[in-house]
């Protein structure tokens, strides 16, 4: 499934009659509604609860959930880098800076690597990974449309510094890690090389 399918998905999930299902005046339906939208695994499922703070009659915030036997888990951007670090070594950088671009290019139509999938234990899987990278993104792009903002290349572009400070002493995880959640789109390591070049030129 690639963005455009993916954003038409949400959006019919947070609509009632074509319309965002707003937050009531004093907040108390935030993230009451539930919806499963991929079947992972194992068991376990993408979900998505609704509708978060951001919500407005333009753009539909919701929050993204990995569900195992009934137990939610909200992954956050932090959550994936970590994991993202983790599972990289200087051995297999070039293949996970690859995967990265193509999951923030095509979505979940993508392949991983066999390097990959034979390689790296712990943390999730890269089914689940893919998934979470790709709902997450959605929601990035719906919240942020306009031109001045990036959308889903902000949340690729700090994935892909995660994985570059596990082989690279110039910036550590911490940094990249409060990138993630600062307010401010931050400017790009002009000492990182080509990190962000595929990312930059993807047209949302």
């Not at 399918?5 to 005046?25: A, M, W």
């Not at 290349?153 to 940094?175: G, P, Q, S, W």
Request: proline content about 2%; some cysteine.
């Amino acid at each position: 499934m690639g963005y455009q399918e993916g954003k038409q998905r949400i959006k019919s999930c947070v609509t009632d009659n074509g319309r965002n299902i707003l937050l009531t005046p004093d907040g108390s339906n935030e993230k009451q509604y539930y919806e499963e939208i991929e079947m992972l695994s194992h068991g376990r499922k993408i979900a998505i609860r609704y509708p978060g703070y951001k919500t407005t009659r333009e753009k539909c915030d919701y929050c993204v959930l990995l569900v195992d036997k009934a137990v939610e888990n909200a992954v956050s951007h932090r959550e994936i880098m970590r994991d993202l670090y983790e599972k990289t070594t200087a051995q297999n950088y070039r293949y996970m800076k690859h995967y990265i671009e193509a999951v923030a290019e095509f979505g979940m139509d993508i392949t991983v690597p066999a390097v990959l999938m034979n390689s790296c234990r712990g943390g999730f899987s890269f089914e689940e990974l893919t998934a979470l990278m790709f709902y997450i993104a959605i929601q990035e792009d719906i919240n942020y449309p306009e031109v001045h903002c990036h959308g889903r290349k902000m949340c690729f572009n700090r994935y892909l510094e995660a994985i570059y400070c596990r082989v690279h002493n110039n910036h550590t995880l911490d940094e990249a890690l409060d990138r993630a959640v600062a307010r401010y789109i931050p400017k790009d390591w002009n000492d990182a090389g080509d990190l962000y070049d595929v990312v930059s030129c993807i047209r949302r």
